[in-house]
């Protein structure tokens, strides 16, 4: 069974940072791609940031030069920077992964989601 596990968030000042992670587990899992989303209260779930395997990475244009995606393949984790956070940047954060299974079927997983408030 596949599992995506989230930790980092929290509550921050404006111009502060937070880093989230995520830590994918499951027997036999090869990811593919991981990305980074976010729901703020009232809004549609939006792409923040997304990394391949072999580390290309994606950022939409709100977080772009002040959030850094990176990953740890031995370790099936996903990392998110994120400097100079703004009050627009209060949400929900999720982590999802496209991944094969041990079988060879290709599947997409969200974890729970971590809250990140940023005060102004």
């Known amino acids: 069974q596949v599992q995506l596990v989230e930790s980092g968030g929290g509550l921050v000042q404006a111009g502060g940072s937070l880093r989230l992670s995520c830590a994918a587990s499951?027997?036999?899992?090869?990811?593919?791609?991981m990305d980074w989303y976010r729901q703020a209260l009232g809004k549609q779930r939006e792409s923040v940031a997304g990394?391949?395997?072999?580390?290309?990475?994606n950022y939409a244009d709100s977080v772009q030069g002040r959030f850094t995606i990176s990953r740890d393949n031995a370790k099936n984790t996903v990392y998110l920077q994120m400097n100079n956070l703004k009050p627009e940047d209060t949400a929900v954060y999720y982590c999802?992964?496209?991944?094969?299974?041990?079988?060879?079927?290709?599947?997409?997983?969200w974890g729970q989601g971590t809250q990140v408030t940023v005060s102004s």
């Open positions: 999802n992964a496209d991944l094969w299974d041990s079988s060879g079927s290709r599947q997409v997983h």
């Open positions: 990394i391949t395997r072999g580390g290309s990475a």
């Open positions: 499951g027997s036999g899992i090869s990811i593919r791609r």
